[in-house]
């Protein structure tokens, strides 16, 4: 398919702009000599920031009733629970426009530096009830919705997540731009509009997961604005000729041409009238359909290129931690999603600068990118080659230009995690990228740079390149992310020394050690703590004797809850809030899947992916072993026991073979020990399907205990501790990621570790390589829970084999090596859970200290601010 295309006109916006006009009658005239005259009164109002919309009750209730008749187009006497979510939606969604658009509009006038935040994972789940909290206006339309019949959680709960998103990296964009709204940043977000988000997990009577598509789009969205006016052009394929001229520049011509379109996302802040945007790109074919095909009545032909167009954004891919089970249809469609969005994405942020005046050379003075993890990388190479070839910029006026442009957070440091791509594909969908991705290797940086400052160190230079030799040769993206970026950053202090120590260690010697930073996660206190967790949240208020508005943006006060842990009224009403937050769970549970659990025992949580390095194996065989103890028991032991609830919830990508038998395990242990009468009072488990940030949501304030168990140095940062924490959830967990950081703030009494520390790891992998001892010497205890899971207990063990090989044959998560010290953990729980009173106490200073602010996303994006993006609050007027 190529066709001859002005290369002019790809990145340009693809129409002309408008001939636009002030309404007259609301704005100043502006005279000449740029003085304003104001119509009579407005002056005050636009200024004051008092144009916006008077929320009382009865005003509300008008703009709801005027939305079902006619935005809606219903009747009034026929609305029901999904027609008034949608009212109340498009109700809530004005204000937020009339803010949003009077922070755009400040933007442009004061022309601060501005954040982009590039991610391909955007997690945002529901929005109107972090909506109405974030505009304080909860209250007033649950006395509106009330008057007219409805109920505010019955509306809230009509609405489907947004799930455009996999897990930790997904969630930690949402909940950033949570933050730089509530601390007034001039941030951005870009990614794709899915058609599909993630999966819904759905699981079989055999116990395995079954994947069904996540039809999010349904109904329409309330929150997203399409811009049908905001379009760029991208390019695939096609080919690329230097120019012999000596400039560097070449013509990349030909191929196919897909147009990327706008939807906007509002994204408004607590407290504060900032509402930055999440432009979202959706694909469609820039042509329509082909009309010579159309007219020769082959019409499957002729829309083929609008299909084959629509296709790159129609699914978000559900693998986080490895792409190698892609079969080359699926590679080529996410490198093609990876570009199509970071060129749309670049064009539109170029766009933006240029409207400015200003030259190319001063766009690291206004603006800064931020790479979330390899995927967006290609922006690297596409914005070399606008201002090379478009801008005709020289080579190292471009690569200074880039070089302060982008930043780059690195996420993990499992190898098989690390993204490359095979050359000859690259070469193939982007010929000029791969064309400037040599020339980086060879011109600007191995060549010149390295060899001049480590002379003759081959074996340094093939670790540093940006090409891995081998068949084919593939391109190493974290490493074009490293040496493109002004700064790079890991995501807790432990995986940022390893990312300093391991997989970037060759450049933190060329560059310097103080291009590589820290910036541990963090999440935010509305949607984790106020939103899920409303009494929990009145409470603090009350206890602390400050308005939530003030702690929810300042989590270092929550330090004040710490001289209450000896008031005994306090401890009592603290008690009782995780009580009822445990019985919503329960009800939850008996609702959606028709069981019946027990409330007086102590909740035991694990909610994240499901991966072999976050170790859900671990837990499952812990909880046959508990089992089997209990089953060895008189029943006059058995009531010395402390009652479990275990509670999983996670998602398998669809092809990890492995995972999803942890999951089909974990199903069939539960219907094995949930049936037996001897112990079911003391331990009972359950799989909760579909894991999502709603599900979360009531999840983690019911947890007692929550269980964060990768095996050290794999897990870069972890999030979920974070939330669990801060709704008095106590952690067990591994010495790994932030569990580290969250110990040295609450103490290390508060926190249950166990298992060997992350320099243990190398050795004891490779003793299980090369020295293997049989299972049965090196953890007896954990041999017989495999054998007895061979032999059949929870149904056909042969089933199972593959699982428990990876134990028994190289143990490459070091499961024999940190069972022991697990289950002693697990009995040190129990031990403390026993003293009730001080659990409590416990519980309350995990809140108060733990997250006494470090946690909170504020704290995280003020980092990125002030320390990497270099860009500063910029205030709206009329802000409060
Ligand atoms: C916070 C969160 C995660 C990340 O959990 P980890 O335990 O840190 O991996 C994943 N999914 C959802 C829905 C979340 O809210």
Request: net charge neutral; hydrophobic share 40%.
């Amino acid at each position: 398919m190529t066709s001859i295309i002005d290369p002019n006109t790809i990145g340009k916006p693809v129409r002309p702009r408008r001939h636009v006009r002030t309404l007259t009658g609301y704005l100043p005239e502006v005279d000449a000599s740029g003085k304003e005259k104001w119509p009579k009164g407005e002056e005050k109002v636009w200024k004051s920031g008092m144009r916006s919309l008077d929320n009382n009750v009865n005003s509300i209730t008008k703009s709801f009733v005027n939305h079902v008749q006619t935005s809606l187009a219903r009747q009034p006497y026929n609305l029901d629970d999904l027609g008034a979510y949608q009212a109340a939606a498009l109700s809530v969604r004005d204000n937020l426009l009339v803010n949003w658009n009077e922070t755009q509009l400040q933007y442009t006038r004061k022309a601060p530096k501005r954040a982009y935040y590039l991610s391909l994972e955007f997690l945002m789940g529901r929005t109107l009830d972090n909506a109405l909290l974030n505009l304080g206006l909860k209250d007033e339309y649950k006395t509106s919705v009330k008057s007219l019949g409805f109920s505010i959680e019955d509306i809230l709960d009509k609405e489907r997540d947004a799930a455009l998103g996999n897990g930790g990296l997904g969630r930690l964009a949402a909940c950033y731009l949570d933050s730089s709204a509530s601390q007034e940043l001039p941030v951005w977000g870009y990614g794709l509009r899915y058609k599909y988000g993630i999966f819904q997990q759905l699981i079989s009577p055999e116990g395995n997961q079954l994947e069904a598509p996540d039809p999010w789009l349904e109904h329409q969205n309330p929150w997203e604005l399409p811009r049908l006016d905001v379009t760029y052009g991208v390019r695939f394929y096609g080919h690329a000729d230097r120019l012999d001229d000596g400039s560097g520049r070449a013509i990349w011509a030909g191929g196919q041409e897909v147009l990327a379109v706008a939807y906007d996302v509002m994204i408004p802040g607590y407290g504060t009238k900032t509402t930055n945007n999440l432009r979202l790109w959706e694909s469609k074919s820039k042509r329509g359909f082909d009309l010579n095909s159309f007219n020769a009545g082959n019409y499957e032909k002729a829309v083929e290129s609008s299909n084959s167009a629509s296709a790159i954004t129609s699914v978000l891919y559900p693998n986080d931690h490895t792409l190698v089970t892609l079969n080359m249809f699926g590679k080529e469609l996410r490198l093609k999603q990876q570009y199509f969005w970071t060129a749309a994405s670049l064009a539109d942020i170029l766009r933006r600068f240029k409207n400015m005046g200003k030259p190319l050379t001063e766009l690291p003075d206004f603006v800064a990118i931020q790479l979330n993890d390899t995927h967006p990388t290609l922006a690297i190479p596409e914005l070399m080659r606008i201002l090379i070839d478009e801008e005709d910029l020289t080579w190292n006026a471009a690569w200074k230009i880039v070089t302060n442009t982008f930043f780059y957070t690195n996420h993990t440091v499992l190898p098989e995690a690390l993204e490359k791509w095979a050359v000859p594909l690259v070469e193939h969908v982007l010929p000029r990228h791969m064309q400037i991705i040599y020339d980086i290797v060879i011109l600007i940086y191995l060549f010149l740079a390295v060899e001049k400052k480590f002379p003759g160190d081959r074996d340094r230079l093939a670790r540093m390149s940006l090409i891995e030799e081998g068949q084919p040769k593939q391109v190493r993206m974290a490493h074009l992310a490293c040496i493109g970026s002004r700064k790079v950053n890991g995501v807790a202090e432990l995986h940022s020394d390893l990312v300093r120590t391991t997989i970037l260690k060759d450049f933190v010697e060329f560059e310097g050690f103080s291009k590589f930073g820290n910036v541990t996660n963090g999440i935010t206190p509305r949607r984790w703590l106020d939103q899920c967790n409303p009494e929990l949240s009145a409470l603090i208020s009350k206890t602390l004797k400050l308005q939530k508005g003030i702690w929810l943006k300042d989590l270092y006060k929550l330090e004040g809850l710490l001289k209450f842990t000896e008031n005994k009224t306090f401890r009592r009403e603290w008690a009782a809030i995780k009580q009822r937050n445990k019985e919503r769970l329960a009800h939850h549970v008996l609702t959606t899947l028709g069981l019946t659990v027990n409330t007086n025992a102590m909740f035991d949580v694990q909610i994240k992916r499901l991966h072999e390095y976050k170790r859900q194996t671990l837990n499952i065989l812990g909880v046959i072993h508990r089992y089997l103890t209990l089953k060895k028991m008189t029943p006059a032991e058995r009531k010395k026991v402390n009652s479990r609830v275990v509670f999983f919830a996670g998602k398998a990508a669809p092809a990890y073979y492995i995972a999803k038998l942890t999951i089909r395990l974990i199903v069939n242990v539960a219907r094995i020990i949930n049936d037996d009468p001897e112990t079911k009072d003391y331990l009972t488990l359950y799989f909760l399907p579909d894991y999502s940030v709603s599900l979360a949501e009531i999840l983690i304030p019911a947890s007692d205990i929550s269980q964060h168990i990768s095996t050290a140095g794999t897990e870069a940062s972890g999030t979920s501790n974070m939330k669990f924490c801060l709704n008095g959830g106590l952690l067990l967990g591994t010495v790994d990621g932030a569990n580290i950081e969250i110990a040295e703030e609450v103490g290390e009494s508060n926190v249950f570790f166990f298992g060997h520390l992350t320099p243990a790891v190398e050795d004891l992998r490779y003793q299980h390589l090369y020295h293997p001892i049989p299972i049965e010497e090196n953890c007896p205890a954990l041999a017989h829970v495999l054998n007895q899971v061979s032999a059949g207990l929870f149904g056909d063990g042969g089933v199972y084999e593959p699982l428990l090989n990876t134990i028994r044959q190289g143990d490459y998560y070091l499961l024999s090596d940190d069972f022991d010290s697990y289950i002693e953990a697990l009995a040190m729980v129990d031990d403390a859970y026993r003293d009730r009173d001080e659990w409590i106490k416990k519980s309350i200073r995990t809140t108060a200290k733990a997250c006494m602010g470090k946690f909170s996303s504020d704290r995280a994006i003020n980092e990125y601010a002030e320390s990497y993006w270099n860009i500063e609050a910029t205030p709206i007027n009329g802000n409060k």
